[in-house]
């Protein structure tokens, strides 16, 4: 089955850091651009990062530039956020979604997201 | 950053009938070099992550049922749903995919009149 299955979520203080990852199985993971996508509940969408297959491009939402960092490992078929810094207005459900295959567009792929939640 | 705009907020629309979003851009996201508009389409139903629907602006995702079709170029873009069906109850999202960061409307929900 082609899914992507996030984890690493969870109540963190102020100024933490957590890990999140992002498991995909069912398609060639390494042919594919990555992407981070966070939503506070009850409201919308915010594109949070992305990564292409070989990990030499990443961009980030100015909102998390010097905080986050995205990776990726092809052999374990996994895709990384590591956050630090975190903030209360990180609190979030995030998902990861899958782009395109060598160059870069829609996401056609999404996980069902792992909340973070940023509070003391 | 490209600024995406959706009209309605929200909408009611009784069954079978038909629903139009609209989304605006702040700037062209029309590449010339191929024609392709780069707008996608997603459907999001409570407690889900997002679907895609269309993407290139009018493409339909496989699977998705041909109701549901996406419309405009440059900057001005609509999702129609032709005849709406109660398991059509979501929001909607539109998105740029032209440059980074990568933006989304801020949602259109739609419900059954």
């Known amino acids: 089955e082609v899914q992507l299955v996030e984890s690493g979520g969870g109540l963190i203080q102020p100024g933490g850091s957590l890990r999140l990852s992002c498991a995909a199985s069912g398609f060639t993971f390494s042919d594919y651009w990555m992407h981070w996508v966070r939503q506070v509940p009850g409201k919308g969408l915010v594109w949070v990062s992305r990564i292409n297959v070989d990990e030499r491009s990443t961009a980030y939402a100015d909102s998390v530039k010097g905080r986050f960092t995205i990776s990726r490992d092809n052999r374990k078929n996994t895709l990384y956020l590591q956050m630090n810094r975190l903030r209360a207005e990180d609190t979030a459900v995030y998902y990861c979604a899958r782009g395109g295959d060598f160059v870069d567009w829609y996401l056609d792929l999404w996980g069902r997201g792992t909340l973070v939640t940023v509070s003391s | 950053d490209i600024v995406m705009t959706q009209s309605p907020d929200s909408l009611a629309v009784s069954l079978g009938e038909r629903a139009a979003i609209k989304c605006r851009s702040s700037q062209n996201v029309l590449y010339r070099s191929n024609n392709k508009n780069y707008l996608s389409w997603y459907q999001q139903k409570p407690g889900q992550p997002p679907r895609l629907l269309i993407y290139w602006a009018s493409t339909r995702e496989s699977g998705v049922p041909d109701r549901f079709s996406g419309s405009g170029s440059g900057t001005d873009f609509t999702l129609t749903i032709s005849s709406l069906q109660a398991e059509d109850v979501a929001i909607y999202y539109c998105?740029?995919?032209?440059?980074?960061?990568?933006?989304f409307g801020q949602g259109t929900k739609v419900e059954i009149k």
């Open positions: 998105q740029q995919y032209y440059s980074v960061p990568w933006t």
